[in-house]
């Protein structure tokens, strides 16, 4: 079964064009790094899969629904780019993870010893367990966003949607942190979207690529993506710099990488 | 006169259960409502509540019944509004206290100028709240309370992140209708026992306070519940011994407390820090 698929979709704010004649699928088990330049739509896109952008033009589906239709709000994990909360809202870091389990919650909405438990257990694999007890609003940029992605993946979610989640971390937390993410994927098949940069980091980890600069540019396999013409046409001197890195990483299988490299 | 004596008599009573309960509801409404920043709604909805009143009086219906289906119709207009990405909640909520003051004072006029009816409203007098009048903040109370325990972990989610609440699969429109439409409510109560005046100052005041020193959202409904209804029962009895109305007394009492946390909240942050 497809977790996600999107079929022409278009989408634009008040009179620009933002995305333009959108298709792909994410199939079960993908781990797909969703790659752009800033302002290239990656964002939008994600809003529109979830459903928090209203959608204009084109059909998007999850887990075989269509965004109407669908409830099953618990195998989804969705980390925003720019998380905006209150200033002053009364909540410790521990309390923003349990947070995380609503979405398995049915009817009365409260938290139980057991979601208690998972929480500590959890804060405690992630390291975040130290700081529980201080309010979310005070804690540093990265001690946030540790926080963050326990909330979203506490509800083990099938479908993990990451929007630039490594931003405010400093470089080993980001090791750890797609580490962390990546097992996920190895061991429990959790798909995941994951946009980011840091292609040299997750390039050992992800099995698709999906370039996008308000259309698609490439979407396709690893292996694919360092061998293809529309990566090398679109991203120009700077293809080499990016196989090289997933080259270096050990990641990139095809002999052409080598053959490019010798030209 | 002594404490016991004064409770002794029947309109103090039912100032004080009506009193103490619209404090309550004012105080948790609020914590969500100053931390959506639309804690101006009681302002805005007062000034509706105003008008409502007024078109009661020319209409010789019973002023708050007139009032009430405006309120709530014009707090769905808050909600429309400050949906619109270009408006800022707070513009949405002045856009409707200004509509509220000036058809309240075209409707006053109509009816022949600001009478008396008209300012007890405005200043309301918590004395003279009638039986049936307790009754209904019963009611009301019991409906707020029924509300905040169903959707509590969906509110606190929506106040959070409204993103991260719809993608845990919480209606966020349907939470943010609940909490105008409850304020509507409360408002329009409100203004009946403790004037229009009050109304804000409540809705305000004690869960700024309370902010202040509670780290958990239950202690900060806790708190403002406790600070609420301490400077409503000290305002009426102060008012009681000093002949001084009671509305200014509430105030300034939850001023003092609110003074009084922020203090400690320096105390705190200077030995931290
Ligand atoms: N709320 C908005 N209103 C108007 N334009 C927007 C809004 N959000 C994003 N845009 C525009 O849409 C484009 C794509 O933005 P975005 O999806 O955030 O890109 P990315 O995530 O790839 O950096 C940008 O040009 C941006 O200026
Ligand atoms: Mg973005």
């Known amino acids: ?263 | 006169m002594n404490f016991a004596e004064f409770i002794s008599y029947g309109f103090v009573q039912r100032a004080l259960i009506s009193g103490v309960l619209v404090s309550l509801i004012t105080a948790m409404l609020g914590v969500f409502l100053v931390l959506k920043r639309l804690s101006l709604i009681g302002d805005s909805l007062s000034h509706i509540a105003l008008s409502g009143v007024a078109v009661g009086l020319i209409l010789n219906v019973t002023p708050i019944f007139a009032a009430l289906p405006i309120v709530m119709l014009s707090s769905l207009g808050i909600f429309k509004l400050s949906k619109n990405k270009k408006i800022y909640a707070d513009s949405a909520l002045g856009i409707v206290s200004s509509a509220g003051i000036a058809l309240g004072l075209i409707i006053a006029a109509l009816a022949g100028g600001f009478n008396t009816d008209l300012m007890g409203f405005l200043f309301g007098n918590i004395l003279t709240v009638t039986p049936a009048e307790t009754v209904l903040s019963v009611i009301i109370f019991a409906i707020v309370i029924a509300c905040l325990y169903f959707f509590y972990n969906a509110l606190i989610a929506t106040v959070f992140d409204e993103h991260f609440a719809k993608t845990a699969g919480v209606d966020t429109d349907k939470i943010n209708i609940l909490l105008v439409l409850l304020s509507a409510v409360v408002v329009v109560l409100a203004v009946k026992t403790v004037g229009i005046m009050l109304v804000s100052a409540l809705i305000i005041i004690p869960p700024t306070s309370a902010l202040q020193i509670a780290k958990k959202f239950k202690s900060v409904l806790i708190c403002a519940c406790i600070f609420s209804v301490f400077a409503t029962v000290g305002g009426v009895y102060l008012s009681f011994l000093f002949n001084l109305p009671p509305s200014a007394l509430i105030i300034i009492l939850n001023l003092i407390i609110l003074c009084i946390c922020g203090l400690i909240k320096y105390a705190k942050s200077g030995k931290i820090n």
Not at chain 1, 146 to 152: D, E
């Open chain 1, 1 to 263: 079964m497809n977790i996600s698929e999107i079929k022409n979709l278009s989408f634009s704010y008040t009179g620009q064009t933002v995305l333009k004649d959108i298709n792909f699928k994410i199939a079960e088990g993908d781990y797909i790094a969703l790659l752009g330049p800033n302002g290239s739509g990656k964002t939008t896109l994600i809003k529109l899969l979830l459903g928090l952008l209203p959608s204009q033009k084109g059909k998007i589906n999850l887990f075989g629904n269509t965004l109407q239709k669908f409830h099953a709000w618990q195998n989804i994990g969705y980390l925003e780019q720019k998380t905006t909360t209150p200033r002053n809202m009364p909540m410790t870091a521990f309390a923003v993870v349990r947070l995380g389990l609503l979405s398995t919650k049915k009817g009365l909405k409260l938290f139980n010893k057991e979601d208690n438990k998972k929480t500590i257990s959890l804060m405690k694999k992630l390291r975040c367990y130290s700081y529980k007890d201080k309010l979310f609003s005070e804690l540093s940029g990265g001690q946030q966003q540790r926080v963050l992605l326990a909330r979203t993946i506490i509800n083990e979610p099938k479908f993990l949607i990451l929007d630039e989640p490594s931003t405010a971390l400093d470089s080993s937390s980001r090791e750890e942190f797609f580490e962390i993410i990546s097992t996920l994927n190895e061991e429990k098949k959790t798909t995941i979207l994951l946009v980011t940069h840091d292609i040299s980091q997750v390039g050992k980890y992800v099995n698709k690529f999906l370039v996008l600069d308000k259309q698609i540019i490439f979407y396709g396999s690893k292996e694919e993506f360092c061998d293809s013409k529309e990566v090398t046409s679109y991203f120009g001197p700077y293809t080499q710099h990016l196989i090289d890195h997933l080259h270096t990483e050990g990641t990139c299988p095809m002999p052409h990488c080598h053959s490019e490299e010798v030209k």
